[in-house]
């Protein structure tokens, strides 16, 4: 087969290939601001803006296939232009160096106490201790700010970004000056009604984003609710029991308690200072010893006394129950300062930066719901609680926030038609569609499978009749499994890695040949330890497809759901669109095309040594884009930009694009993709040339490497949804309805890019998918791209409702996190395959590799 690569495209950012003027409408998209929005406009010229809250008004049909839906924006503005001459024209950034003389001495075990440095004393000042600074300022730039006025009418530069942030730091400082705890551009009050409790010691933080935005309307305050977790305030055993889950202090792992305390910052009793914790004591408190000064008469005497004899003797402070606890050490590795463990409480508002539990995880997701006019009330409440219009520096900058909401408009996309088995077709409503009495399209026959039980309690018997009933009536032919294979009683508080292996010994001596599918019964829903090791056994050693659950719950509607997922992994379909069935989709139908969708997946907070995972999903079987295969490496933990896109290896190409190539070309009828439409999720604005410059040159470079005479064209999209931009209805306390499109206002002035709602926000207030074109070859009209994009949120062979974002995306990170649990089960060899993603950095330790998938399963959707 010929293979080519052409030049490196010539359309790059800032500026993209696709024009915003073909984003107009004629019929949708007339531009409505209410009147009194309009009088801030012509009074202020171009500095109104957004409020990420957006609220529609009642949508208006215009059409039997289009819908408007009038939006409100909260608006910034500057009463004599966007910005003072005198004033704006530039802001002096500085750097700043700072050295800190302390005088100091207090109870605790040296001659300075051992308190932290001026940097640490955020909130309390001593006052026996004085502080002298020495302050050196050092010119470091000058930023146009004129450059915000000329990214908002088009025309960018490289300080328009470095101007936006400029006043982003503005904000930061005004909130800072109120009290707040400061995560990037969120603040938090000490609000105790803006708290929830979590268990463990625990607590989530509802507070507010606040950044401005250039978009279409003029400059814009970003504004929405943000969470964050925290260390519950109080005392310190207090919260090691929670956060241990005991119920004395005896039980306490201090081990444990002393990487959570790290860091965290505690005031002290009887004197109410501040300190941070450094560390804890090596032995107890009645043992452990420091030198005391004593003056005795005209001279000075140190005597060894241990930090228990000191606060009961000297200060006559009564410990109930530190003598035989840890002390906390507050001071420095070299000179500790002690303090008993009762006579500490920590400080409010302290970020917890710990993995979250299962059920801590559940429970800040079903407290921090709001649903839309909820949610509304509470940004109202932020913005004059922040009170914005006060501050010095933005009444310098001559920026005024408006209290009102612009009205903004946006489209409500027809729900594509879809079609089942026997030719059925049927419309989805309201994002959902309902598959009982339905056959699938492209049903899997189940045979030679067996059933394996980790331990989980449930009629097997039961189980597997009533999952052949609900198949039959789905259309799926499913034969008796082969056996049932029970875990040994014994085994049950075994190694995870001997569990795993007993069971596959079990299933050699019981079945006549290899199983084709496997259906694993685990004792938990989540974060079981069997399922990585048993995933890694059956997609990377054996090739055996496998689907686990957790039959708590257990009825027809679940069994449907799994049936979908087991069908989609051997090689069914569930549902197609109808235009995808008739091969008849606009642009992608008419010349071969691939769809891929790419990933990077971090590590949990508190995890920051594991290497990240990048999966590449691509689509198969052309004109189809609801069938899809994936490849994952790990690279360097933390690293974004993808780095085994392509990955020479002498002559030859080891990296995740060329195996999604050659698998389209053979289940493509032997078709080159002529097209190559990339969804990439999880990066930021900054980061936009990135992928651009690094990973599409990747993808190019493996397309010449395959043949060099091949020139595919390319569209890049990414999709963002780890954004604040929220849209609510006026006069409505519902969502927005499925399918709703914004492409105007709120939008980049120049950029192409689109805001899409396409699922049904069912539980608290929809996310819209924010996507930006950063490269278009291909040529797609605003109307043609945005149906394609809305399509692809039908296509999720997983589940009956549209999704929030393009299902190659969503697949994309389904794949990244289930070979992700591989690794957190085993220490694994660098060298043990080609699939991993090489060293960290020129003299470091080489980053773990994954196994690489059985050939049997490689280009399933094991992932599904």
Same mark, same amino acid.
């Given at each position: 087969?010929?293979?080519?690569?052409?030049?490196?495209?010539?359309?790059?950012?800032?500026?993209?290939?696709?024009?915003?003027?073909?984003?107009?409408?004629?019929?949708?998209?007339?531009?409505?601001?209410?009147?009194?929005?309009?009088?801030?406009?012509?009074?202020?010229?171009?500095?109104?803006?957004?409020?990420?809250?957006?609220?529609?008004?009642?949508?208006?049909?215009?059409?039997?296939?289009?819908?408007?839906?009038?939006?409100?924006?909260?608006?910034?503005?500057?009463?004599?232009?966007?910005?003072?001459?005198?004033?704006?024209?530039?802001?002096?950034?500085?750097?700043?160096?700072?050295?800190?003389?302390?005088?100091?001495?207090?109870?605790?075990?040296?001659?300075?106490?051992?308190?932290?440095?001026?940097?640490?004393?955020?909130?309390?000042?001593?006052?026996?201790?004085?502080?002298?600074?020495?302050?050196?300022?050092?010119?470091?730039?000058?930023?146009?700010?004129?450059?915000?006025?000329?990214?908002?009418?088009?025309?960018?530069?490289?300080?328009?970004?470095?101007?936006?942030?400029?006043?982003?730091?503005?904000?930061?400082?005004?909130?800072?000056?109120?009290?707040?705890?400061?995560?990037?551009?969120?603040?938090?009050?000490?609000?105790?009604?803006?708290?929830?409790?979590?268990?463990?010691?625990?607590?989530?933080?509802?507070?507010?984003?606040?950044?401005?935005?250039?978009?279409?309307?003029?400059?814009?305050?970003?504004?929405?609710?943000?969470?964050?977790?925290?260390?519950?305030?109080?005392?310190?055993?207090?919260?090691?029991?929670?956060?241990?889950?005991?119920?004395?202090?005896?039980?306490?792992?201090?081990?444990?308690?002393?990487?959570?305390?790290?860091?965290?910052?505690?005031?002290?009793?009887?004197?109410?200072?501040?300190?941070?914790?450094?560390?804890?004591?090596?032995?107890?408190?009645?043992?452990?010893?420091?030198?005391?000064?004593?003056?005795?008469?005209?001279?000075?005497?140190?005597?060894?006394?241990?930090?228990?004899?000191?606060?009961?003797?000297?200060?006559?402070?009564?410990?109930?129950?530190?003598?035989?606890?840890?002390?906390?050490?507050?001071?420095?590795?070299?000179?500790?300062?002690?303090?008993?463990?009762?006579?500490?409480?920590?400080?409010?508002?302290?970020?917890?930066?710990?993995?979250?539990?299962?059920?801590?995880?559940?429970?800040?997701?079903?407290?921090?719901?709001?649903?839309?006019?909820?949610?509304?009330?509470?940004?109202?409440?932020?913005?004059?609680?922040?009170?914005?219009?006060?501050?010095?520096?933005?009444?310098?900058?001559?920026?005024?926030?408006?209290?009102?909401?612009?009205?903004?408009?946006?489209?409500?996309?027809?729900?594509?038609?879809?079609?089942?088995?026997?030719?059925?077709?049927?419309?989805?409503?309201?994002?959902?569609?309902?598959?009982?009495?339905?056959?699938?399209?492209?049903?899997?026959?189940?045979?030679?499978?067996?059933?394996?039980?980790?331990?989980?309690?449930?009629?097997?018997?039961?189980?597997?009749?009533?999952?052949?009933?609900?198949?039959?009536?789905?259309?799926?032919?499913?034969?008796?499994?082969?056996?049932?294979?029970?875990?040994?009683?014994?085994?049950?508080?075994?190694?995870?890695?001997?569990?795993?292996?007993?069971?596959?010994?079990?299933?050699?001596?019981?079945?006549?040949?290899?199983?084709?599918?496997?259906?694993?019964?685990?004792?938990?829903?989540?974060?079981?330890?069997?399922?990585?090791?048993?995933?890694?056994?059956?997609?990377?050693?054996?090739?055996?497809?496998?689907?686990?659950?957790?039959?708590?719950?257990?009825?027809?509607?679940?069994?449907?759901?799994?049936?979908?997922?087991?069908?989609?992994?051997?090689?069914?379909?569930?549902?197609?669109?109808?235009?995808?069935?008739?091969?008849?989709?606009?642009?992608?139908?008419?010349?071969?095309?691939?769809?891929?969708?790419?990933?990077?997946?971090?590590?949990?907070?508190?995890?920051?040594?594991?290497?990240?995972?990048?999966?590449?999903?691509?689509?198969?079987?052309?004109?189809?884009?609801?069938?899809?295969?994936?490849?994952?490496?790990?690279?360097?933990?933390?690293?974004?930009?993808?780095?085994?896109?392509?990955?020479?290896?002498?002559?030859?190409?080891?990296?995740?694009?060329?195996?999604?190539?050659?698998?389209?070309?053979?289940?493509?009828?032997?078709?080159?993709?002529?097209?190559?439409?990339?969804?990439?999720?999880?990066?930021?604005?900054?980061?936009?040339?990135?992928?651009?410059?690094?990973?599409?040159?990747?993808?190019?470079? @493996?397309?010449?490497?395959?043949?060099? %005479?091949? &020139?595919?064209?390319?569209?890049?999209?990414?999709? !963002?949804?780890?954004? #604040? /931009?929220?849209?609510?209805?006026?006069?409505?306390?519902?969502?927005?309805?499925?399918?709703?499109?914004?492409?105007?206002?709120?939008?980049?002035?120049?950029?192409?890019?689109?805001?899409?709602?396409?699922?049904?926000?069912?539980?608290?207030?929809?996310?819209?998918?924010?996507?930006?074109?950063?490269?278009?070859?291909?040529?797609?009209?605003?109307?043609?791209?945005?149906?394609?994009?809305?399509?692809?949120?039908?296509?999720?062979?997983?589940?009956?409702?549209?999704?929030?974002?393009?299902?190659?995306?969503?697949?994309?990170?389904?794949?990244? @996190?289930?070979?992700?649990?591989?690794? %957190?089960? &085993?220490?694994?060899?660098?060298?043990?395959?080609? !699939?991993?993603?090489? #060293? /960290?950095?020129?003299?470091?330790?080489?980053?773990?590799?994954?196994?690489?998938?059985?050939?049997?399963?490689?280009?399933?959707?094991?992932?599904?």
């Amino acid at each position: 087969m010929g293979w080519e690569r052409r030049a490196s495209p010539s359309s790059c950012l800032p500026t993209t290939t696709k024009s915003l003027s073909s984003l107009q409408r004629s019929s949708s998209t007339t531009t409505m601001l209410i009147s009194s929005m309009r009088m801030i406009r012509q009074s202020t010229a171009r500095a109104s803006a957004e409020r990420s809250l957006i609220s529609c008004s009642t949508p208006t049909v215009l059409s039997s296939r289009t819908r408007t839906l009038h939006m409100m924006v909260k608006r910034a503005s500057s009463p004599s232009g966007l910005f003072h001459r005198s004033t704006m024209s530039s802001s002096w950034y500085w750097k700043t160096s700072v050295v800190a003389r302390t005088a100091a001495g207090s109870p605790g075990g040296n001659n300075n106490n051992g308190s932290p440095g001026g940097g640490d004393q955020k909130r309390v000042r001593r006052p026996y201790q004085a502080k002298t600074f020495k302050v050196e300022l050092n010119f470091a730039a000058t930023i146009p700010m004129a450059a915000i006025g000329h990214a908002i009418r088009g025309q960018e530069s490289e300080h328009s970004l470095e101007a936006l942030r400029v006043l982003d730091i503005i904000l930061r400082q005004h909130s800072a000056k109120q009290g707040c705890l400061l995560v990037r551009q969120s603040f938090f009050h000490n609000n105790p009604s803006s708290f929830v409790d979590l268990g463990g010691g625990v607590m989530g933080c509802r507070g507010f984003h606040s950044s401005f935005r250039g978009t279409q309307s003029g400059l814009s305050l970003n504004i929405d609710v943000s969470t964050t977790m925290i260390v519950k305030p109080g005392p310190v055993i207090d919260f090691l029991l929670a956060n241990q889950k005991v119920d004395h202090p005896d039980k306490i792992d201090w081990q444990k308690a002393k990487r959570a305390l790290k860091n965290l910052r505690i005031k002290t009793t009887p004197a109410n200072s501040e300190f941070k914790i450094v560390g804890l004591s090596e032995r107890n408190c009645n043992e452990q010893m420091f030198p005391l000064r004593r003056r005795n008469g005209d001279t000075t005497e140190t005597v060894e006394i241990t930090v228990y004899d000191y606060f009961v003797k000297n200060r006559g402070i009564e410990l109930r129950y530190s003598g035989n606890l840890p002390c906390i050490n507050a001071g420095r590795p070299k000179r500790p300062t002690y303090f008993p463990v009762e006579l500490c409480t920590l400080v409010p508002l302290q970020r917890y930066t710990k993995a979250l539990s299962t059920m801590q995880r559940t429970s800040l997701v079903e407290k921090s719901r709001q649903k839309p006019h909820e949610r509304m009330s509470t940004l109202n409440d932020a913005l004059k609680r922040s009170n914005y219009d006060a501050d010095p520096m933005l009444k310098a900058c001559g920026i005024q926030i408006a209290q009102n909401f612009t009205q903004i408009e946006g489209r409500v996309l027809p729900a594509p038609k879809l079609k089942a088995g026997n030719g059925e077709e049927f419309f989805a409503r309201n994002g959902r569609w309902n598959i009982a009495r339905k056959k699938l399209i492209r049903t899997s026959s189940v045979k030679r499978w067996s059933v394996v039980n980790f331990s989980a309690r449930c009629d097997l018997r039961g189980l597997v009749h009533d999952l052949k009933r609900v198949a039959t009536g789905m259309g799926l032919e499913y034969e008796d499994p082969h056996t049932v294979i029970e875990e040994s009683p014994s085994l049950r508080r075994a190694p995870v890695a001997r569990r795993v292996e007993e069971m596959f010994a079990q299933i050699k001596a019981k079945l006549p040949g290899a199983p084709l599918f496997l259906l694993c019964l685990l004792p938990e829903r989540k974060n079981c330890e069997v399922y990585g090791p048993w995933k890694k056994k059956c997609l990377a050693d054996f090739g055996i497809v496998t689907q686990c659950l957790a039959p708590q719950r257990v009825n027809d509607q679940y069994l449907s759901n799994l049936l979908l997922k087991i069908n989609a992994k051997l090689g069914g379909l569930n549902t197609l669109l109808q235009i995808e069935a008739a091969r008849a989709i606009p642009i992608v139908g008419k010349v071969p095309t691939i769809i891929l969708g790419m990933d990077v997946s971090h590590g949990q907070p508190g995890q920051s040594d594991r290497p990240s995972i990048a999966a590449v999903v691509s689509s198969r079987e052309w004109p189809l884009i609801s069938k899809y295969r994936a490849t994952v490496h790990t690279q360097s933990p933390k690293q974004e930009m993808m780095a085994s896109l392509f990955k020479p290896r002498g002559t030859e190409d080891d990296g995740l694009i060329r195996e999604s190539l050659i698998d389209f070309y053979t289940s493509s009828g032997k078709r080159k993709p002529d097209q190559v439409i990339i969804f990439r999720d999880g990066v930021s604005e900054s980061q936009f040339t990135q992928v651009i410059n690094i990973e599409l040159e990747q993808i190019i470079e @493996a397309c010449k490497c395959l043949d060099d %005479k091949w &020139e595919p064209k390319f569209t890049v999209i990414v999709a !963002q949804k780890n954004h #604040h /931009t929220r849209f609510f209805q006026t006069n409505s306390p519902e969502n927005v309805p499925p399918g709703t499109v914004v492409d105007k206002q709120v939008c980049h002035p120049k950029n192409f890019d689109f805001y899409m709602c396409a699922h049904a926000g069912m539980i608290g207030t929809s996310r819209p998918t924010h996507y930006h074109v950063l490269h278009d070859e291909i040529g797609f009209s605003g109307d043609e791209l945005q149906e394609f994009v809305h399509s692809l949120s039908y296509v999720y062979q997983r589940s009956t409702t549209a999704i929030s974002v393009a299902a190659p995306i969503a697949y994309a990170h389904l794949a990244a @996190a289930q070979v992700g649990t591989f690794m %957190k089960f &085993e220490d694994m060899s660098d060298t043990s395959s080609s !699939q991993g993603g090489g #060293h /960290t950095s020129a003299g470091s330790a080489p980053v773990p590799e994954l196994p690489r998938l059985h050939e049997k399963v490689r280009s399933s959707m094991f992932f599904c």
